[in-house]
């Protein structure tokens, strides 16, 4: 599943954040973006039936906004990335937990394409997408609309200190710099991992 995660800091663990995250193994393992998590003292989870759990860092890739988490549950359902270079115009979606104190902790799908294979200042981490992203889409998976897979995570947008009102000027760290890290961590991937894209019917069951 996809977890929509509050971070939390202090005595009290009041909430500090929301981002998105997903499972990358059937043993526990989740990403998302390193700076929902950043300068926190706790990390919990909420599984889309309701069920919260505390989740501790693993690795964690400030310079890639990236981070492994751990819960100690099965997570069956969990997504293939791929070590694929998406093409520009690739058609692509995310499913993420946007402004959950406003929009509802509901799941939310927003569909858009690759706009640029480089991201800000022509960075060869990240690709530019037009998915329709807001705080607390970050840490969500960007899958690829033909095969399933995952081919990024979400990580920003482009704000206007730019000097002008950007339209749907957003980033995702590419999944080749994910694989090589999963593979440091020795996730468990069963032969059939290749099988755990998803196509239009499993959406509803993320």
Same mark, same amino acid.
């Given at each position: 599943?996809?977890?929509?995660?509050?971070?939390?800091?202090?005595?009290?663990?009041?909430?500090?954040?929301?981002?998105?995250?997903?499972?990358?193994?059937?043993? %526990?393992?989740?990403?998302? &973006?390193?700076? =929902?998590? $950043?300068?926190?003292?706790?990390?919990? *989870?909420?599984? @889309?039936? %309701?069920?919260?759990?505390? &989740?501790?860092? =693993?690795? $964690?890739?400030?310079?890639?906004?990236? *981070?492994?988490? @751990?819960?100690?549950?099965?997570?069956?359902?969990?997504?293939?990335?791929?070590?694929?270079?998406?093409?520009?115009?690739?058609?692509?979606?995310?499913?993420?937990?946007?402004?959950?104190?406003?929009?509802?902790?509901?799941?939310?799908?927003?569909?858009?394409?690759?706009?640029?294979?480089?991201?800000?200042?022509?960075?060869?981490?990240?690709?530019?997408?037009?998915?329709?992203?807001?705080?607390?889409?970050?840490?969500?998976?960007?899958?690829?609309?033909?095969?399933?897979?995952?081919?990024?995570?979400?990580?920003?947008?482009?704000?206007?200190?730019?000097?002008?009102?950007?339209?749907?000027?957003?980033?995702?760290?590419?999944?080749?710099?994910?694989?090589?890290?999963?593979?440091?961590?020795?996730?468990?991937?069963?032969?059939?991992?290749?099988?755990?894209?998803?196509?239009?019917?499993?959406?509803?069951?993320?």
């Amino acid at each position: 599943n996809l977890a929509g995660f509050s971070s939390s800091q202090g005595r009290n663990l009041e909430p500090n954040g929301f981002g998105t995250g997903f499972a990358v193994s059937p043993d %526990g393992y989740l990403v998302s &973006a390193s700076h =929902v998590t $950043e300068g926190c003292d706790a990390v919990r *989870v909420l599984f @889309k039936k %309701g069920e919260f759990l505390d &989740a501790r860092v =693993v690795r $964690e890739e400030p310079q890639l906004d990236l *981070v492994f988490l @751990k819960v100690d549950i099965p997570t069956p359902s969990y997504l293939a990335v791929t070590n694929r270079t998406s093409s520009l115009g690739d058609d692509i979606y995310t499913i993420g937990y946007p402004s959950p104190q406003i929009m509802g902790f509901n799941q939310k799908f927003t569909r858009g394409s690759i706009s640029a294979l480089t991201g800000m200042r022509d960075s060869s981490f990240r690709y530019q997408i037009s998915v329709p992203i807001q705080p607390g889409n970050s840490g969500g998976p960007v899958i690829c609309e033909e095969t399933g897979e995952v081919i990024g995570i979400v990580v920003s947008f482009l704000n206007d200190k730019v000097g002008f009102i950007p339209q749907n000027v957003n980033y995702a760290l590419k999944s080749g710099f994910i694989k090589p890290i999963m593979e440091s961590l020795e996730l468990r991937q069963y032969s059939s991992y290749k099988n755990r894209s998803l196509n239009k019917n499993d959406r509803r069951k993320v």
